[in-house]
Each structure stands twice: as C-alpha cells, then as structure tokens.
C-alpha cells in the first residue's frame, strides 16, 4: 500500500523560510510523478509544484514561481518543498500527492484529478 507522509510544517514569519517533506513509503521505483498541492481556509485547493521523478524540469505555479523549489532524494525516497520569501498568502495546508505509475513527464501536472495518492497535510503559517 502508497502511504504518503508530510512533515516541516511550522508558523514563520513573511521573508522566512521553510522545507516540507514528504517521505513515500510502499513504493520505490521512480516511475511516477510527486507533488505538492495547498489548500488555504475557505479555498479550493490548488497544485503548487509537480516533478517527475524519471528527469523533466519541475512544474511550479506561476504563484510560487521562483520561490518554491521542489526536489527529490531518491535514496531516501522522498521529496522537499523549500519555500522561500514567504508571504502571508502562502498559509495553508500543503498536501505531497503521488501519480503511481507514471511513464513520462507529461501527466506530472498540478491538477488534483491527476493523482491517486495522497498524503493527509501539513499546516503552513506565513505571519506578517
């Protein structure tokens, strides 16, 4: 069975930084896609970064574009968000969700519906 395990959420203060990590267990081979997802109070949730694991550049929303940058340790089967200039905005509860198989890079987007797999959140609080 694919459990996904997030952790590094903390409260920090706007220009601050933090790393999330999502570590995947019940699955090692790196044909498949990651990725992180948000979900703010009283908001849809929303796709914030997506890698395939097998090469391609990551996918960021154009909202973290610059900021955010998603990685993999293929050794310890996980993969990091790390957030920098963090604003207010960015407080949420971010999500590591998995597309198990994946064959190429093409179905590694941000959209939910691509995704089986998913991790159960960890709070982010970005205060001013």
């Known amino acids: 069975e694919v459990q996904l395990v997030e952790s590094g959420g903390a409260s920090v203060q706007a220009g601050g930084s933090l790393t999330l990590s999502c570590a995947t267990s019940?699955?090692?081979?790196?044909?498949?896609?990651m990725a992180w997802f948000r979900q703010a109070p009283g908001k849809e949730r929303e796709g914030v970064a997506a890698?395939?694991?097998?090469?391609?550049?990551?996918t960021y929303a154009d909202s973290v574009k610059g900021r955010f940058t998603v990685s993999q340790d293929n050794a310890k089967n996980t993969i990091s968000l790390q957030m920098n200039s963090l604003k207010p905005e960015d407080t949420a509860v971010y999500y590591c969700a998995a597309r198990i198989p994946a064959y190429n890079g093409l179905s590694c987007t941000t959209l939910q519906t691509a995704y089986y797999f998913w991790g159960q959140g960890t709070q982010v609080t970005v205060s001013s």
């Open positions: 019940g699955y090692t081979n790196s044909n498949r896609c």
């Open positions: 890698i395939f694991l097998r090469g391609n550049s990551p």
